[in-house]
């Protein structure tokens, strides 16, 4: 299902609110709420509303245990454009999340150890009993976590190159497009769409294109966001200018 909201305030405050819902609800029968979570610009405004939740309304982030998407590779964890940098400046160091329940994938180890590292990856998330609910922003190629044009349906974990696309709309953030890495590890679409839940959400006219390919257009590895046409489970929750092109 597709659901548009006026603005990206609004649709944000309802994917925060959705994920407040699940961890207030684990939270009453003890258990974990297991999140995948997205880097980007996308999903600021959503850790924005929970970190006021919690500020506000006493939600507590001690039952739950979080999976990010994608890292660069190679990336030093402290450095300005990391992704452990981001979730720590954004979301985990405004709320009380037990920091060993925080999962970001590692871009600091030798090439040798990746394929054995995402295999771990993968099976931590199962330890846990899988992903809950994953959020999703949608890169302009199409891309879902880093999987790019090619990616296949039942990929994991993994190591990627980066499409070309991809480290332009990087390079602001690089200081050129030269330092962005050419490589990252992401979780793969298989992994994905083993979450229970799943939103992708999309702000802006620069995404109606995509976001009209990744809705109505053919399923195709080309588009690997429009896998998720195939699963009743996932929700593109949009603004009216990322929905502007949708019939
Ligand atoms: C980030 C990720 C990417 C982004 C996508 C959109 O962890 O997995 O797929 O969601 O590149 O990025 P923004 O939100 O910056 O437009």
């Known amino acids: 299902p597709v659901t548009v909201f006026p603005n990206q ?4 405050k309802e994917v925060a609110g959705r994920i407040a819902n699940l961890i207030r609800k684990k939270q009453a029968t003890g258990e974990n709420a297991v999140l995948g979570l997205a880097t980007g610009v996308t999903p600021i405004d959503v850790y924005q509303e929970l970190i006021r939740l919690h500020r506000e309304d006493g939600l507590s982030f001690k039952n739950v245990v979080t999976f990010n998407l994608d890292e660069y ?3 030093k964890p402290f450095a300005e454009q990391s992704y452990v940098r981001f979730m720590n400046e954004n979301l985990f160091d405004y709320i009380d999340i037990d920091k060993a329940n925080v999962h970001v994938p590692d871009g600091t180890l030798p090439l040798e150890q990746i394929q054995q590292y995402c295999l ?3 099976r931590k998330i199962s330890e846990q009993g899988g992903l809950d609910l994953q959020i999703l922003g949608i890169g302009r190629t199409g891309h879902i976590g880093f999987n790019e ?8 974990t993994r190591l990627v190159t980066l499409d070309d696309l991809t480290r332009s709309d990087a390079a602001r953030d690089f200081g050129g497009k030269e330092n962005v890495p ?3 590890i992401t979780m793969g679409i298989g992994t994905i769409f083993k979450a229970r839940e799943i939103i992708l959400m999309a702000w802006n006219t620069k995404k ?4 009209k390919k990744a809705v109505e257009g053919e399923i195709s590895s080309e588009v690997p966001a ?3 046409q195939q ?10 200018d990322a929905a502007s092109e949708l019939t």
């Open 149 to 156: 044009p090619g990616s296949a349906p039942n990929s994991g």
């Open 231 to 240: 699963s009743d489970k996932v929700e593109f929750i949009l603004d009216q």
């Open 120 to 122: 771990e990856y993968e």
């Open 208 to 211: 109606a294109p995509i976001i």
């Open 73 to 75: 590779y190679p990336m």
């Open 226 to 228: 429009t896998y998720l």
């Open 9 to 12: 305030k609004v649709a944000a």
């Open 182 to 184: 050419t490589k990252a």
